[in-house]
Nanobody, 117 residues
Framework: QVQLVESGGGLVQAGGSLRLSCAAS????????LEWYRQAPGKQRELVAG???????RYAESVKGRFTVSRDNAKNTVYLQMNSLKPEDTAVYYC???????????WGQGTLVTVSS
């Protein structure tokens, strides 16, 4: 089983930056990609960014050019650098382990990001 622990959320003014971290432990070999999702109040959870085990990345259109996903394989940690934050980025951000075939997906507990105008 994989365990995911997020950190780095908080309150920031519009235009500011935050960096989220997600540390993975356990059955790391079962992970195909590590992804960041977010869920704002009253909205569905949406994919923000993801990075595969070999470093391919993808982003939601709404964050392209502002957010950067990266990973440190030695630390089994994925990061989400968020720049030029907007109030509409306010949400609970979740780390998600996208599994290889035959394994289960895993979600982190979430970390709240609040962007004030």
């Amino acid at each position: 089983q994989v365990q995911l622990v997020e950190s780095g959320g908080g309150l920031v003014q519009a235009g500011g930056s935050l960096r989220l971290s997600c540390a993975a432990s356990g059955s790391i070999f079962s992970i195909n990609a590590l992804e960041w999702y977010r869920q704002a109040p009253g909205k569905q959870r949406e994919l923000v960014a993801g990075i595969t085990s070999v470093g391919f990345t993808r982003y939601a259109e709404s964050v392209k050019g502002r957010f950067t996903v990266s990973r440190d394989n030695a630390k089994n940690t994925v990061y989400l650098q968020m720049n030029s934050l907007k109030p509409e980025d306010t949400a609970v951000y979740y780390c998600h382990a996208n599994p290889r075939n035959g394994y289960l997906e895993v979600w982190g507990q979430g970390t709240l990001v609040t962007v004030s105008s």
